[in-house]
């Protein structure tokens, strides 16, 4: 794996080589990436492996007519193929009045934001054996757990390069430490498994191996003897293990593609209220140890804090350059991508801020509800907003969970749910996408 310098001494001459080849504009993507993880089952390591891999990605652009091409081979004669190749591709490819690099006043300058996510702690495959099995060993420790689907750990590293021939040159080196187990409990025809997991930036940050794997044994012997429920419409609180979900599937109707080809059922509500007053959706690339954070885009534009929804209206579509130029506006900086193709437009670090309420105020005048924990299936329509998915979690009868409810749906429409969603104060950021416990009144509840 080469170091953002040397990544960036590659692109450099990729770049070159493009221009020499014909191109009027190019870019260039270095990804390179490594990790071990180890696996254990009932006390016994399962697996040990290491995966590495790196591979550049060049763009190339002839007029309107563009190409991608990318190669594994990091030698400077291959990515000089790699370059020739991809203008030949382009000059056959048919002409796209948005294609194009990012505008270049638009570029991110000067010295970068330091944003802490690479973190130097050497973890040895040893040490992340002995983690695996101190998790397991606490999920395993839980009265009625009965069996184990394993525990794992890991370690990795990343490093990412992006250079354009309009002079943007960027990388970045970031680590990500993760741990988890997965057991079950009961015996017979009642069995139930549940599972705990948390990954960090930094080691120091991730919990610790009796905190997730007493978490996971506790999760799974709380669903034991779930309930049938009747189908009948009720309030839904997603609890914060689900809960940012739905934030995906706003961010999936509010891309710049979306927009652009008029497949989204939000695709008329730019500037209107889509959430309650006083709740909003944060995209925060700049987080210090963000698991998502970043300096720069996918295209070299500065990153930049958004309030994707502030006090409940809409504020902007996620664009890309492309995406932008369609749409007759300008990139907003949250274009992302791989190495074997162009930009699309994304998040990075989301969340969901502005509730008020605790997860007992939510619930305190629910008669009947349900409380869902985890959700199955991708039943989403991105034209319309209907919305429905296989379920699982707690009844809430009289202000209080009672018992674990399995194999029921939850439908509804997006729009709806949106407009009437309540958030509690719970909010935690432990993933790439996080918001509090919700509560949407209303839903159909299909059970036997």
Known sequence: MLSPADALTRLDAALAAARTAGADAADALYVGDGATSVSVRLGQLEDIGRAEGEEVGIRVFVGQRSASVSSSDLTPAALKEAAERAVAMARLAPEDPFAGLAPEDRLAKGPLPELDVDDPTEVSATTLKERALACEDAARAIPGITNSEGAGASAGTVVM????????????????????????????????????????????????????????????????????????????????????????????????????????FLKDRLGQQILPAGLSIIDDPLRPRGLRSRAFDGEGLAAVRTAIIADGVLTTWLMDAASARQLGLAPTGHASRGTSGPPGAGTTNLHLEGGTATPAELMADIKQGVLVTELIGMGVNGLTGDYSRGASGYLIENGQITRPVAEITIAGNLIDMFANMIAGNDLAFRHASNAPTLRVDGMMVAGS
């Open 161 to 264: 390069a992006l250079a354009t021939s309009t002079g943007f040159r960027g990388g970045k080196r970031s680590t990500s430490h993760g741990l988890s187990a997965s057991v079950v409990a009961g015996t017979g025809s009642d069995m139930q498994r549940d599972y705990a997991w948390h990954s960090a930036r930094y080691l120091a940050d991730v919990e610790s191996a009796e905190e997730i794997g007493a978490r996971a044994g506790r999760r799974a012997v709380e669903r034991l003897h779930p309930l049938k429920l009747a189908s009948a419409q009720m309030p839904v609180l997603f609890d914060p293990r689900v809960s940012a979900s739905l934030l995906g599937h706003l961010v999936g109707a509010i891309t710049g593609s979306a927009i652009a080809r008029g497949t989204s």
